[in-house]
């Protein structure tokens, strides 16, 4: 599978930006996707994760509450909604994809097996 990132850029304090991630080569349904984000000089951090059928979703801590990941499997798609961005939430996005069938945790610790080149995403303070 292919993921392609879109929908990074400049943003103030407070405001929101919505990342889209185009899944090609493989129907985006066969895959649990996430997002990761990794800062300049700092270890990489799991964002959010949805299951195959988009039932489920698991959040790192640090954007509960102000992001939400959906996805759009007739579109082979899947979207980050960042509200409320902060300076510290800059850094470049990653989508992810994995088939394995473990519970979303699983993959805030391990990461998943397919990555996406990312998008930037920059929050002014």
């Known amino acids: 599978v292919q993921l392609q990132a879109s929908g990074g850029g400049l943003v103030q304090t407070g405001g929101s930006l919505r990342l889209s991630c185009v899944a090609s080569?493989?129907?985006?349904?066969?895959?649990?996707m996430g997002w990761f984000r990794q800062a300049p000089g700092k270890e990489r951090e799991f964002v959010a994760a949805?299951?195959?059928?988009?039932?489920?979703?698991y959040y790192g801590d640090s954007v509960k509450g102000r992001f939400t990941i959906s996805r759009d499997n007739a579109k082979d798609t899947v979207y980050l909604q960042m509200n409320r961005l902060k300076p510290e939430d800059t850094a470049v996005y990653y989508c992810?994809?994995?088939?394995?069938?473990?519970?979303?945790?699983?993959?805030?610790?391990?990461?998943?097996?397919?990555w996406g080149k990312g998008t930037l995403v920059t929050v002014s303070s």
């Open positions: 949805i299951t195959f059928t988009g039932l489920l979703t």
């Open positions: 992810t994809a994995d088939t394995r069938d473990f519970g979303l945790a699983y993959f805030q610790m391990r990461g998943m097996d397919y």
């Open positions: 080569g493989s129907t985006a349904s066969n895959y649990n």
